[in-house]
């Protein structure tokens, strides 16, 4: 089992920026791809960023390309998620998740039903 626990939301003013950060437990973290997620209220979960197990590799959504920067720190199984720029757009509730197994394909690590752990979430607000 992998235990998540996402910290370092809240409350900011658009143009600012904000560090989140996922701890991992359970298991050896470089053993997993890692992503993050969102989902707004009213709104389905979507992918913003992902890096493979030894961040190597790093994809983002269109929306927060150049905005935001995802990196991983395997000897401190901490997973990170640099934001720049926020815009009020970016509010949501952010995840992290992590998949033992991530194929280099934006179909699939771009889909969330293909990360087997997920964390509870932290609640990031841009005000205008």
């Known amino acids: 089992q992998v235990q998540l626990v996402e910290s370092g939301g809240g409350l900011v003013q658009a143009g600012g920026s904000l560090r989140l950060s996922c701890a991992v437990s359970?298991?050896?973290?470089?053993?997993?791809?890692m992503g993050w997620f969102r989902q707004a209220p009213g709104k389905e979960r979507e992918f913003v960023a992902r890096?493979?197990?030894?961040?190597?590799?790093?994809n983002y959504a269109d929306s927060v390309k150049g905005r935001f920067t995802i990196s991983r720190d395997n000897a401190n199984n901490t997973l990170y998620l640099q934001k720049n720029s926020l815009k009020p757009e970016d509010t949501a509730v952010y995840y992290c998740a992590a998949a033992p197994y991530l194929r280099n394909s934006g179909s699939y690590y771009q889909d969330r039903g293909n990360y087997d752990y997920w964390g509870q979430g932290t609640q990031v607000t841009v005000s205008s």
């Open positions: 890096i493979s197990r030894l961040g190597g590799t790093t």
């Open positions: 359970g298991r050896t973290v470089s053993n997993y791809g």
